[in-house]
């Protein structure tokens, strides 16, 4: 009888379904792919079926033609312009980007660790203000939320949520009532976050209780403009989710800061490691610089207001070697590079000082026009 088995039990098919056994897993992973919108980020899962299900999915069906999938829903599913950066929108609670000014990334304070294989930190720019924004609405420090470049992003809320919005001091409404900056904000199902274009200050931070909750890269879920590591730039229509509420609570309604301001900007800066390389180091510290417009996250170049050049005493070529963060890089223009969240893990030109850590949030929050003075430290 067991040999009689034996010679039976390979020879038992499914129907529809062409050399695979009634018992047991398939000898090698099957891909199959998710309706769009659905399961878990990247699309493809690998593994088999229990036995009695596989002549239950479409291509046994006599109504296989008819698309299998989710029900539609009013808001589409999350960006999939960058693979496996979202999860599925559709489980929990979400919030969808109606609005976009020039420029809004999904930021936390970075992916450390990551040097040796030519990775910089990036994270939020100006660190102080996300974490402000995730303590008032009782958020770890380090939670993701989004960098708003000069305003104009409007939000809307599919079920209730809990935001602040920190730093650059954009005027911001829910629906059309005005709400004060640094604040707890509570937004019902439907309504609507808007912000206008800020005064002062470059970049506003919005978080939400629970974090933006898409998949890590890295360790984290912060975007990098210069590699272009992490989620890309939000957009109209994305779909965000968000995380599950802490255990910790707000504490308070409002945060009494200071917004960053227009007023000349007092940056202090250590001198070196290069500042031999150069004639007179000391014209760093000397009369006024003035932003240009050629800033973004990877630093702020500076133009001359008044005062004296920097010219460089040594013309030969530097080896390249490591640069970090706040770093004042001169290129031969004399123009100097204060270097920002997403700068360059290594550089070719020489470096003059380097702004120390507690200031570089302000530098990231300079607009262009406005005028800094350096102070030696």
Do not use: K
Request: proline letters at 12%.
């Amino acid at each position: 009888m067991a040999l009689r088995l034996r010679r039976i039990r390979p020879r038992i098919r499914l129907s529809g379904i062409p050399g695979r056994s009634a018992v047991g897993p398939p000898p090698y992973p099957v891909p199959h792919r998710h309706p769009a919108g659905c399961g878990r980020p990247g699309g493809w899962l690998l593994g088999g079926l229990p036995a009695p299900q596989p002549r239950w999915l479409a291509a046994d069906r006599h109504h296989r033609a008819a698309r299998v999938g989710c029900a539609p829903r009013p808001a589409r599913p999350c960006s999939r312009r960058y693979p496996g950066a979202f999860h599925d929108c559709r489980a929990g609670n979400v919030i969808r980007v109606e609005r976009v000014g020039p420029l809004a990334t999904i930021q936390d304070l970075g992916r450390p660790g990551w040097f040796d294989s030519g990775v910089g930190i990036s994270g939020a720019a100006d660190r102080a203000a996300l974490r402000l924004a995730n303590r008032l609405v009782g958020n770890p420090e380090g939670a993701a939320g989004i960098e708003v470049l000069l305003g104009g992003l409007e939000l809307s809320a599919q079920r209730h949520l809990t935001l602040a919005v920190t730093g650059a001091p954009a005027p911001a409404f829910v629906d059309d009532r005005p709400v004060g900056p640094a604040s707890v904000l509570e937004l019902e199902e439907g309504q609507h976050l808007r912000l206008g274009l800020a005064g002062t200050g470059l970049r506003s931070y919005v978080a939400v209780r629970g974090g933006i909750d898409i998949a890590p890269v890295l360790g984290s879920r912060s975007r990098d403009t210069m590699s272009g590591i992490g989620p890309d730039p939000l957009r109209p229509g994305d779909v965000l989710p968000v995380g599950s509420p802490p255990r910790t609570y707000p504490i308070v309604d409002v945060a009494p800061v200071p917004p960053p301001g227009g007023a000349p900007l007092t940056i202090r800066a250590l001198l070196g490691p290069r500042d031999d390389w150069f004639t007179d180091p000391g014209a760093l510290f000397a009369g006024e610089w003035m932003v240009s417009s050629d800033t973004d996250r990877v630093g702020a170049r500076l133009d001359r207001r008044i005062g004296p050049p920097l010219e460089r005493r040594i013309q030969d070529e530097l080896p390249t070697e490591g640069v970090a963060l706040g770093s004042i890089q001169v290129p031969p223009s004399g123009q100097p590079v204060v270097f920002l969240a997403d700068h360059p893990i290594t550089g070719g030109y020489p470096v003059v000082a380097v702004v120390i850590d507690a200031d570089v949030d302000a530098m990231a929050q300079a607009r262009p026009g406005q005028t800094v003075r350096f102070r030696r430290y």
